[in-house]
């Protein structure tokens, strides 16, 4: 089976989940798949290592150039596919009308419905587009079962037609020691958008006394702070010295997850939350909210809490962070869990249906 991947996440992405993804993907299909990312013009770091691609121009940036240079992919793509004739083009994205003229199979994977949940008004455009898009695709894949309800709750969709592989993680325990002026710590990742819900879970740590007595609280990724996070540090009370803002690449983030005594992910909602294996492939304790996907990823691996509730989140961050026999169970059942995802299982899943629509 021939199946070509387009070029679109990788003129958007130089790192990120959704291009990890998808050369993970082509990196572990058995030899009945074949694979290739076809991506003339492209900006993703991971693609400059991957085998399975056809490409020819790597840019750093791409500024205000990228519409054009996203246009050169798709017209390369479709006069390079009707050539080449694959079983399959499994798109990587929805950054551009995908109306290539193939007689193929069409495909393509759901990551989450954040647009359609959170800021609707904005991406009005897009999601008319996909609503049509959807039903000529002849699949879609849905990285967790909560992505592929909230899809067949908004969409009219036939569910037979959808699929769900839940992603991984790459299980490497590297890192790189940093020399950080912190107590111990309570770590965030990420960005820190509204769904993220970082509001609540920064006003939950600065109510309690006892946990700005004995920790600080890290945050890794993401944008500096702006003006509205400070003044709402000061507000809070939260003093400077128990904020911290840090960068740098996966292995600083795993030093990270090592060294923090507890990592919190309070979003209100993501299509499958990567972190939350991260934390867990460094044996670090996980504090998550007990909505959208994570019950179904983090399984036992995890305290929950109530995002919502200021209330819920303090306590369940006091009443593990001060246990330690709590945090070396969590440890252990999330290294369990851990062990359900691979991009092994991942790619034979997909592959699998492949092989069934061939």
């Known amino acids: ?124 455009d897009q999601i008319n587009y996909k609503k049509k898009i959807f039903n000529n695709l002849d699949h879609i894949f849905c990285i967790s079962n909560n992505t592929k309800n909230d899809l067949l709750d908004l969409y009219n969709l036939n569910d037979k037609k959808i699929s769900v592989t839940h992603l991984a993680v790459n299980k490497s325990k590297k890192y790189i020691e940093r020399k950080i002026k912190v107590r111990p710590f309570i770590l965030y990742v990420g960005k820190r958008d509204r769904y993220k819900n970082f509001v609540n879970a920064i006003k939950a740590f600065a109510s309690s006394e006892r946990l700005l007595k004995d920790f600080d609280f890290v945050c890794f990724g993401g944008d500096k702070f702006t003006s509205y996070e400070k003044n709402l540090f000061k507000e809070i ?81 006091e009443e593990t962070i001060y246990d330690e026999t709590k945090k070396l169970s969590l440890k252990k059942r999330g290294n369990i869990n851990l062990s359900k995802y691979s991009w092994k299982k991942c790619a034979e899943e997909t592959e699998a249906i492949y092989k069934n629509l061939f």
């Not at 009945?32 to 490409?55: D, F, G, M």
């Not at 929805?94 to 193929?104: C, D, G, I, R, V």
């Not at 939350?276 to 691996?301: D, K, R, W």
Request: glycine share 4%; proline share 4%; charged share 20%.
């Open 237 to 317: 009370k939260l003093p400077n010295s128990r904020i911290h803002y840090f960068q740098g690449d996966e292995y600083e983030l795993n030093f990270f997850y090592k060294s923090a005594e507890i990592f919190i992910f309070p979003s209100l909602y993501e299509g499958f939350g990567i972190p939350l294996l991260e934390a867990m492939n460094m044996e670090c304790v996980v504090l998550c909210s007990n909505t959208s996907c994570f019950p179904e990823i983090a399984g036992n691996g995890a305290s929950f809490f109530n995002p919502n509730d200021l209330g819920s989140i303090k306590h369940c961050i």
């Open 1 to 124: 089976m021939k199946v070509f991947f387009d070029h679109q996440v990788f003129l958007e992405q130089s790192f990120g989940g959704v291009s990890n993804y998808f050369v993970n993907l082509v990196n572990n299909f058995s030899s009945n798949v074949e694979p290739l990312i076809v991506s003339p013009i492209y900006k993703n770091k991971y693609l400059k290592n991957t085998k399975n691609t056809h490409k020819f121009f790597y840019l750093k940036k791409t500024g205000l150039l990228n519409k054009f240079f996203q246009n050169l992919n798709r017209f390369y793509f479709e006069k390079y596919s009707k050539i080449k004739k694959p079983d399959f083009v499994h798109y990587t994205y929805f950054n551009e009308k995908l109306s290539y003229n193939l007689n193929t199979r069409f495909i393509t994977t759901e990551y989450d419905l954040i647009k359609e949940k959170f800021y609707k008004d904005k991406f009005k």
